[in-house]
């Protein structure tokens, strides 16, 4: 626990210095997230204004006689709220308070109908995570309306019970609107929480500056870290800030997030360096749809059918020794890998023995999908793939032929490596209990759009 406790000190610590030069993701909260959440918010709302009322100390004869006073419900049909520009969110609420007056000899019932006013500014807090507070909270009180009062209170008795349970409530009521919003703000915290990529990698997310409050949306510039077995990993510093132009996505959805180009060149620098892009193609002899042996290369390299006149096994090893570049423009994500294979045959004294090595460039066309909180992707190549012999030791390769063995035995491999990879996905922005529902991406030029509805999942 005290390791836990002081590795998230240390992350902590790292995010300044790391976080200048972090790839731009926007979060815009719009209109229909207020919606749902004033939906969602009902039932919490009427739960936290549910407060205890003291004793009322009514004056009969000689002393203070004590009456007990309860709310025995709390029910709001309308909750009401809406971006304050530059500001945050205005909530409006309309309740009606029942409450028991333990009076004798009959007790008295009455509804206190009640408006509730209050503000909350969102701001960023020291750790990166959005902090909503109370800035300003007003009740505004009708007149009660009395039930089974037969025994006809006296109405001086009655207005003093109003103003003490509107004392009450003026004291309380806001208070507890403050401590359900504390609730919502451990809850939104969870955004900087560490949420896994691969086994050996995970992504956090945090604030960078104050949210952009308009009356449409709350727009949130957000960051990413990348760690590999628990280590940051450096990106190039971006001078640039991210934007997200207004009016994309689906109108009406309750997120839009906007991830820039950056975003993805991190995630490919970090499964390159996680080394997860590289690639072993083995041959395994007498297996049923196995392709790589020598006398298969062999019909198409006549060196290597005299090197190896017995069927030896091939291994294909493909490293990358640059970063895939991702292109983003309008409508059409594409991905361009340039692998370094070594062709390498088990010769008869079990050695490795390297036949040939050759540079590959190919492009791969980028589909783009989100389920639950991932951003997933899948690919297909693209044309051709390109072929050059950076070196061999089976003398001269004929072009066409060793274009069609790699087209064999590569392509399909290598397919399966990536999507497997890319079916992982990458974690988007999010807070515990929280899924993307209903998701659409759309491909902008230098950016990738994500609209979708949210759903919350206690
Ligand atoms: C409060 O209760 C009264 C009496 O039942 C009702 O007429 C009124 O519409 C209610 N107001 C709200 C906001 O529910
Ligand atoms: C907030 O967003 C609006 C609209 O995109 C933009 O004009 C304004 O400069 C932004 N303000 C800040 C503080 O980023
Ligand atoms: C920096 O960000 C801008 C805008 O998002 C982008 O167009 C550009 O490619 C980025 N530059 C680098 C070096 O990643
Ligand atoms: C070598 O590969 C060919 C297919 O190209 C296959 O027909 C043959 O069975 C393989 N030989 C061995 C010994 O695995
Ligand atoms: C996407 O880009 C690739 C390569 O730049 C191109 O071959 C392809 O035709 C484009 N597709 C669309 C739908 O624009
Ligand atoms: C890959 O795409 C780039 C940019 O669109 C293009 O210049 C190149 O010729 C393509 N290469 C192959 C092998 O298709
Ligand atoms: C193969 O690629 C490497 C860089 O990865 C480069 O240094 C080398 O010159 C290339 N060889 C050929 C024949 O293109």
């Known amino acids: 626990m005290a390791q836990v406790c002081r590795l998230g000190l240390l992350l902590v610590l790292l995010l300044p210095a790391v976080g200048a030069s972090m790839p731009g993701t926007v979060i815009r909260l719009n209109k229909a997230m207020l919606s749902y959440v004033s939906r969602a918010g009902k039932d919490p709302l009427q739960q936290a204004l549910q407060v205890p009322v003291p004793y009322f100390l009514e004056q009969r004869g000689e002393g203070l006689q004590p009456t007990r ?69 007003l009740l505004l009180f009708n007149k009660a309306i009395v039930f089974d009062d037969t025994h006809s209170t006296p109405p001086e008795l009655l207005v003093l019970v109003q103003q003490h349970i509107r004392a009450v409530l003026r004291n309380k009521a806001c208070l507890s609107i403050s401590n359900l919003v504390q609730g919502l703000n451990v809850h939104l915290g969870t955004l900087i929480g560490l949420k896994p990529l691969g086994p050996e990698s995970q992504i956090r997310y945090f604030m960078i500056n104050a949210p952009n409050i308009t009356k449409d949306y709350i727009s949130l510039d957000v960051n990413a870290v990348l760690f590999l077995l628990s280590k940051p990993i450096p990106m190039p510093v971006n001078a640039t800030r991210f934007t997200l132009p207004e009016h994309v996505g689906t109108s009406g959805a309750m997120v839009t997030l906007g991830l820039s180009q950056d975003v993805f060149d991190s995630a490919l620098l970090l499964l390159q360096k996680a080394g997860t892009l590289n690639l072993d193609v083995t041959g395994q002899l007498k297996s049923k749809d196995n392709l790589l042996n ?90 051709d793939i390109q072929l050059t012999v950076a070196s061999s030791n089976v003398g ?61 999942q206690s």
């Open 69 to 137: 006073i309860q709310i025995l419900d709390v029910h709001v049909p309308r909750l009401y709220l809406n971006f304050i520009d530059g500001l945050g969110v205005r909530l409006r609420a309309a309740a009606n308070f029942t409450v028991k007056v333990f009076r004798a000899p009959e007790p008295l019932e009455l509804v206190l109908p009640v408006v509730l006013l209050a503000d909350a500014p969102v701001t960023q807090g020291s750790i990166g995570t959005p902090v909503v507070s109370i800035s300003a909270c």
């Open 294 to 383: 020598t006398s298969m290369l062999g019909q198409h390299i006549p060196e290597v059918a005299l090197q190896f006149p017995e069927p030896m096994p091939v291994v294909l090893k493909a490293r990358l020794r640059s970063t895939p570049e991702v292109m983003i423009h309008t409508n059409n994500a594409t991905l361009q890998l340039q692998p370094y294979i070594e062709v390498l045959a088990v010769a008869s004294n079990s050695a490795f023995q390297s036949l040939f090595s050759i540079n590959v460039t190919v492009n791969l066309s980028l589909q783009l999908s989100v389920s639950r909180v991932k951003l997933q992707g899948t690919t297909s190549v693209l044309g």
């Open 396 to 456: 001269s390769i004929e072009m066409p032929k060793l274009r069609a063995l790699i087209n064999i035995v590569f392509k399909k491999p290598l397919l399966n490596h990536l999507n497997a990879l890319l079916r992982v996905g990458v974690t988007l922005p999010n807070v515990v209990n929280l899924n993307y529902v209903t998701p659409e991406v759309f491909i902008h030029e230098g950016y990738v759009v994500v609209s979708s509805e949210l759903s919350y």
